[in-house]
Structure formats: structure tokens, C-alpha cells
């Protein structure tokens, strides 16, 4: 069983878990880590210019969980900004947790204490809304870059090109940022004609299995 490291976050004492894998049941079990693509040259452009859009918008006490943190590089890249309280969680490791998203309850997270939310090329893998909403704060937010559902296979040869990060599943749930459920859009910005960069919000839920969504003009 991996170490537990407590760490302090705005004022108080929060368990921060270590290396830690879960089979989705609730039960730990081993996950190995196959090698990660490289992030290609224009990945590596988009790291840096996710950093300086979206962090300033948070304080540096806000609770961060990174969802498909990959190898690290947000959380290493806005701790050197200053903001320190962040958890990553993917699939596989290197990531503070390790295990399903949607299975978050088994994994140690507590509903409803997150300030942000940051999932970047995530949402096109599966509809993960519900469990996005169940761990934000009503007043929370929700960072989310996806590619344009019609540029899916412009971004295909630009990873064939390695220009871009190799996918390591396939995209099956491309969205536009502004039908994605259970939210509603703050901010919705098209990069180099392929790409959404969106900050949200969660929307009241009237009941189990709400999908309202903010509507599109």
C-alpha cells in the first residue's frame, strides 16, 4: 500500500493520496504503465498556453484535481506558478491516483470539494459530466480543451505527423463545448481552427440523471 502524505490546503489538514490504483470495484489492485506517447512540438505549445489562459483565473489556494494528469505536466508546470494544491488522477500511472474517474468514490475523492476541474483531451474518450458536477463545488469550475467534433480527422494526421500527441483511445465522444451536459459555458474559445478551450460551470440538478446542457444559438 503506498504512503499517505497529508498536505495542508486553505487552512486545514486533507489526506493526499499516494500512488494508488483501484480495479473499479473498490478493490486495489496493480495497474502497469505502458509507455506514454510523446507529446509532439504543437502539444507542447498548447501545454504552455493552456497554463497561462487558464490558471490565473483560479486563487493559488484553489483545490485543483487534474483529470488524465498523463506523466504530470500541468501539475508540475502550476506548482512553479504557485499553485501547489493539485491532485492528478489517470487511468495509469505516474499520478497521485490511479483508477477510474467515474468510479471517484472508490478513490478517495469527496463530493463537492473541488474549486477547478481541469480535463484537457479527455471529454472525447466518454461522457464523464456526471461525475465532473458530483465533485465540483456548486460555485466551482470546469476547464475542459477537446478538439472541434468536424476537425477530429485534421487533428488524426497532425498526430500522424507527430506534430500532435498520439491519442490512446479512440475519440467517440467528440462534443461541442456548449451541449456539454450538466453545465453551462462561461467562456468558449476555438484554437488554431481545431481545438475548444471552455471554462464552465456546473448547472442546479433537479434529480438523478439530469443532462441539462446550455443550448446553442
Not at 465532473?132 to 467534433?149: I, M, S, V
Request: glycine share 8%; proline share 10%; charged share 20%.
Amino acid at each position: 500500500m503506498a504512503e499517505e502524505v497529508r498536505v495542508t490546503l486553505i487552512g486545514s489538514e486533507v489526506p493526499r493520496p499516494g500512488l494508488i490504483s483501484f480495479d473499479g470495484q473498490g478493490a486495489k489492485a496493480p495497474t502497469p504503465a505502458p509507455p506514454r506517447p510523446k507529446p509532439g512540438p504543437l502539444s507542447k505549445v498548447a501545454q504552455r498556453g493552456k497554463i497561462a489562459h487558464f490558471l490565473p483565473m483560479l486563487p493559488k489556494d484553489a483545490l485543483i484535481l487534474d483529470v488524465g494528469c498523463a506523466a504530470g505536466w500541468f501539475q508540475k508546470m502550476a506548482a512553479a506558478r504557485g499553485y501547489t494544491n493539485v491532485i492528478g488522477v489517470d487511468l495509469v500511472g505516474p499520478a497521485d491516483i490511479v483508477g477510474d474517474i467515474m468510479a471517484w468514490r472508490d478513490l478517495g475523492l469527496t463530493a463537492h470539494s473541488f474549486d477547478a476541474i481541469f480535463a484537457f483531451e479527455v471529454i472525447e474518450h466518454g461522457d464523464f459530466s456526471l461525475s465532473f458536477h458530483e465533485l465540483l463545488k456548486p460555485d466551482g469550475r470546469l476547464f475542459l480543451t477537446t478538439p472541434l467534433p468536424a476537425m477530429d480527422p485534421v487533428c488524426k494526421v497532425l498526430e500522424a505527423l507527430r506534430l500532435l500527441q498520439r491519442r490512446t483511445s479512440p475519440h467517440d465522444n467528440l462534443i461541442d463545448l456548449r451541449r456539454f451536459p450538466r453545465f453551462e459555458v462561461i467562456e468558449r474559445r476555438i484554437k488554431a481552427g481545431i481545438s475548444q478551450w471552455g471554462v464552465l460551470r456546473p448547472l442546479p440538478l433537479t434529480g438523478p440523471g439530469n443532462s441539462a446542457a446550455a443550448s446553442v444559438d
